[in-house]
């Protein structure tokens, strides 16, 4: 069997036609969507991911402002402009690029904006309400991988799924929008005995571990759906600098009945996401200035 592969770039791009008409509605109303993404330091990554977030946002029609911080400033000086950002109405989300330097406490500045305006979805209180299974910001990562396995009319109601990492930002968040829609879900980590055991019963794998194409062929049930979510830069061997996933997409595409690349999968999808709360934040303000 050769896996489908599911591309990442043309559903983001038809969703962020869908954002953009709305966001000139709302604009024409007198409300442009408006992010702001904070930057501290000059990680050439979280640099390169800012550059195409706010990229993001001119194309779709949205307003962004942009602020960057050397990496010794003091934290007061960051949680300042925050509690600006928390104050300005014409300001929808607030994003701050991590990883912070290390005399930051991320999870400190993470809880300095407000929950309202929280479209990355990290805020505790917007991951409780996920939890509970009420509205909120949802993570954009494992939200923009719903909305694929949605795009492909993926039956998750009673499938295994299994999620491999449990970060805050995508693992925990995974498994906690594949059980609300009734997966049964299975979540491994670097402590797990036996992974191969748990992946190859599972018809959905998510990889989000970060180490190069970690989950093989032979560790995957056929037909499965393997969704990547790593990105990784190799370091050695013929395809040195490039960018490949946590899957080994050549013998799992083999396996697999449908498949995320890497380039070109979750990616994309992440950024369609957080273009997608930051509208949403923007359409909470108008309809609450419009009485509704
Ligand atoms: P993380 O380092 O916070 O978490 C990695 C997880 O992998 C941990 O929970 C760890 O327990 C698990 N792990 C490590 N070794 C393992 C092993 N041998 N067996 C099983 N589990 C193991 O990383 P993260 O922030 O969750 O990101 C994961 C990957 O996803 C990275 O490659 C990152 O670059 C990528 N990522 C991509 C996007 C996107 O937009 N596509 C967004 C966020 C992260």
């Known amino acids: ?44 990554a979280s640099s390169v991911y800012v550059r195409n977030k706010v990229a993001a946002c001119e194309k779709a029609g949205f307003r962004s402002l942009k602020f960057v911080f050397a990496s010794d400033v003091l934290p007061e000086i960051v949680f300042a402009k925050i509690a600006e950002l928390n104050a300005d109405p014409s300001v929808h989300g607030i994003l701050v690029q991590l990883p912070l330097p290390k005399h930051f406490s991320e999870d400190q500045v993470l809880e300095a ?15 409780g309400l996920l939890l509970q299974g009420r509205k909120a ?64 019963r599972a018809d959905i794998v998510v990889a989000a571990v970060g180490r190069p194409k970690f989950l093989t062929g032979d560790m995957i049930k056929p037909g499965a759906v393997v969704v990547d979510v790593g990105i990784n ?28 690349p890497v380039p070109g999968g979750v990616g994309p999808m992440t950024i369609t996401m957080l273009l997608a709360n930051t509208l949403e934040s923007a359409r909470r303000v108008a309809a609450k200035a419009a009485g509704n």
């Open 113 to 127: 904006i407000l929950p309202t305006k929280d479209v990355d979805g990290f805020h505790a209180e917007n991951f």
């Open 233 to 260: 830069r190799l370091q050695e061997g013929p395809d040195a600098g490039k960018l490949c996933g946590d899957v080994d997409f050549e013998s799992a595409k083999e396996v697999a009945s449908l498949i995320t």
């Open 137 to 200: 910001f949802y993570p954009c990562t494992p939200w923009g991988v719903m909305k694929m396995l949605a795009s492909e009319d993926v039956v998750i109601k009673g499938a295994e799924a299994v999620v491999i990492g449990r970060s805050n930002i995508v693992g925990k968040p995974m498994a906690v929008m594949l059980l609300a829609q009734g997966a049964t879900v299975t979540i491994c980590h670097s402590q797990t005995k036996d992974l191969s055991f748990h992946t190859r």
């Open 1 to 44: 069997m050769t896996a489908r592969i599911l591309d990442g770039n043309a559903l983001a791009a038809k969703v962020r036609e869908d954002i953009a008409k709305d966001a000139r509605v709302l604009t024409e109303q007198g409300i442009q969507p408006c992010l702001a993404v904070i930057l501290v330091g000059e990680n050439p």
